[in-house]
């Protein structure tokens, strides 16, 4: 069966965020599912608890895993959630984990000022839209500037998320995660601030550190992580099918997805 891959959007965005990887990932005949978390999206209407975010994942995961491994794939807020739900007491169906822009513990000083900033920014006229264009303007690629924009920006749902966030328990979380996971992160992303931390904590763990990216890395260097990807659904297929084969050593292999 086929690498499933279900991705989880950071804070204000949504699914939208991911199309260049949808996009690349359909172009190869990769099955993929975007979710949009509560308060977000097609969900703006709703509002934001950290249970229904995990269920949101959970859901998501448990239908893919039905056809195949499951890569599960986060960016910041949704890497965070991403992690909390790899790292649960009860092992989820899960096969692998890409965790980008999320090395940092969401709570204390840091995220009092993260909430500081972001209410600062949603006092400014149009709720600081034509900054945040500006920035994107003069970052991101023209062909995925528009992603994060897309699907909407869940203003009014930033302070609840990123309170919420400071109930999860990722030291605990972290060392409880046995599949293969990478961590990757822009070179200047402001959230590295525990990324030895988090190595510590899953010593398998691989980090990759993008040259020249900055926190919006999925949509700076979308060629670099969807290299990313491809790496990690090797890995997690290789892994799959060795399973399969020790279960059922008579068994005739079947030509492995050419990810490369």
């Not at 807020?77 to 649960?88: E, H, I």
């Not at 822009?186 to 900055?214: C, K, M, S, W, Y």
């Amino acid at each position: 069966m086929s690498v499933q891959v279900v991705f989880v959007h950071g804070i204000r965005t949504s699914s939208t965020m991911w199309r260049s990887q949808i996009d690349w990932l359909a172009e190869n005949g990769i099955p993929a599912t975007a979710i949009d978390l509560p308060a977000h999206g097609m969900r703006m209407d709703e509002d934001f608890t950290l249970h229904e975010a995990l269920h949101t994942i959970d859901a998501a995961v448990r239908d893919a895993a039905r056809h195949g491994p499951v890569l599960l794939v986060g960016h910041s807020m949704g890497g965070l959630l991403s992690l909390a739900y790899a790292g649960g007491e009860d092992a989820p169906p899960i096969a692998g984990v890409v965790a980008a822009s999320c090395t940092a513990l969401p709570r204390g000083a840091a995220l009092r000022a993260y909430r500081v900033l972001a209410r600062a920014m949603n006092s400014l006229p149009q709720r600081g839209q034509w900054l945040t264009d500006r920035v994107l303007a003069a970052t991101l690629p023209v062909d995925t500037r528009g992603d994060f924009a897309a699907g909407g920006y869940a203003f009014d749902a930033q302070d609840a998320a990123l309170s919420s966030l400071a109930a999860l328990d990722l030291e605990a979380a972290l060392p409880r995660i046995r599949v293969p996971l990478w961590f990757v992160n822009g070179q200047f992303d402001q959230l590295r601030v525990n990324e030895a931390l988090f190595q510590r904590l899953v010593p398998h763990a691989e980090l990759i550190v993008v040259p020249h990216a900055t926190h919006l890395v999925t949509a700076m260097r979308p060629t670099v992580f969807n290299a990313v990807l491809r790496l990690a659904m090797a890995v997690v297929d290789a892994r799959s099918r060795g399973r399969a084969d020790r279960a059922h050593p008579r068994r005739s292999a079947a030509p492995a997805p050419d990810y490369w």
